[in-house]
């Protein structure tokens, strides 16, 4: 079974970094798989923030994070980053890691939920 256990929330003050990881069992980074960053703000959809695939070689973010959000992997530990920088009240929010077989990436728009399949439980992120 595919796994995927996210870590590194927390509570920042506006302008800082926060360094989420996400773990994954079941399935090998390496081999191709799409993994990506979603985020859920209460009273809100769930938006993708950034994805990663090809073994790391191709990475796409939405435009709202584009700048001060890196998605990276670490194919020794399969495990999957998402560095967050120059943090905003506005990136307040749970975050999850999910993956999929495939992924489609389109410039300035984040991953899309309906095309992942598999999702972690989520960590919080606050910004005050």
């Known amino acids: 079974d595919v796994q995927l256990v996210e870590s590194g929330g927390g509570s920042v003050q506006t302008g800082g970094s926060l360094r989420l990881s996400c773990e994954a069992s079941?399935?090998?980074?390496?081999?191709?798989?799409?993994a990506g960053w979603f985020r859920q703000a209460p009273g809100k959809g769930r938006e993708g923030v950034a994805s990663i695939r090809d073994g790391g070689a191709t990475t796409n973010y939405a435009s709202s994070v584009r700048g001060r959000f890196i998605i990276s992997q670490d194919n020794a530990k399969n495990t999957v980053y998402l560095q967050m920088n120059d943090l905003k009240p506005e990136d307040t929010a749970m975050y999850y890691c999910?993956?999929?077989?495939?992924?489609?990436?389109?410039?300035?728009?984040?991953?899309?939920?309906?095309?992942?399949?598999?999702w972690g439980q989520g960590t919080q992120v606050t910004v005050s």
């Open positions: 999910a993956a999929a077989l495939a992924c489609s990436v389109v410039a300035g728009r984040g991953p899309m939920v309906a095309e992942f399949g598999y």
């Open positions: 079941g399935y090998r980074h390496s081999s191709g798989v799409c």
